[in-house]
């Protein structure tokens, strides 16, 4: 958990595309470029449209893709000891987001709660959607479910608790989840300079790989 010292974080909006709109508890109100978001905060999109957010030391980088609500629930950060110790907590009530985590302290929290799971991330890239698929990009992602379930979800794998264990994601879903990351990374920037996310080889499944094998026709 954070600390007492913990200092409060905020979310500023780097990229809007189409149209989006935010509420502190109140009225929904139109979202712009510049807006700096509070923990409490909710935001959604509507189709065609998306936010790219910048969450610095809680993130860095979140993105909202369309027909999505999200909220902010926490964000706080205590940089008083020689580790950095943050907790963010967002909460996916509907639609799909897409984020960058740095590697973080053993005490930090990164949570993105659904409505069938919970995904807890230590450093990765993640692409999570409220109807309970959980992608890893890269890094690896507890999701806890159910009555006191876990699954650990490593990177170029998919997840949906009601489907049985992880499996690969195929590539075409790999590839849009990496085209939307790396558009979120140069949107939001950032103090260390732009970074482009590649996969470290062609992805093939290996299901896919063994069919190929086995064909008749292989060499």
Aim: aromatic share 4%; charged share 20%; net charge neutral.
């Amino acid at each position: 958990m954070a600390s007492v010292q913990a200092e409060t974080g905020r979310a500023v909006v780097r990229s809007v595309r189409g149209t989006a709109d935010y509420s502190d508890g109140g009225s929904w109100l139109a979202l712009k470029v510049g807006k700096v978001l509070n923990p409490g905060a909710k935001i959604r999109t509507q189709p065609q449209s998306t936010v790219d957010l910048f969450l610095d030391i809680n993130g860095p980088v979140v993105r909202v893709t369309e027909n999505t609500e999200v909220g902010l629930d926490k964000l706080s950060f205590d940089k008083t000891g020689s580790d950095s110790v943050i907790e963010t907590q967002l909460d996916l009530k509907s639609g799909r987001i897409l984020g960058r985590v740095h590697k973080l302290a053993a005490a930090s929290k990164y949570e993105v709660k659904t409505p069938v799971g919970v995904a807890a991330i230590k450093g990765t890239e993640y692409d999570i959607s409220a109807n309970g698929v959980f992608r890893v990009i890269r890094g690896e992602v507890l999701v806890a479910f159910g009555a006191g379930r876990n699954q650990v979800v490593r990177g170029g794998e998919s997840f949906t608790p009601t489907g049985g264990g992880p499996t690969p994601i195929d590539a075409g879903t790999l590839r849009d989840s990496v085209a939307n990351l790396n558009d979120l990374v140069i949107n939001t920037g950032g103090p260390e300079g732009v970074v482009i996310i590649q996969p470290s080889e062609p992805f093939v499944s290996p299901v896919i790989s063994k069919e190929k094998a086995n064909s008749p026709t292989a060499n």
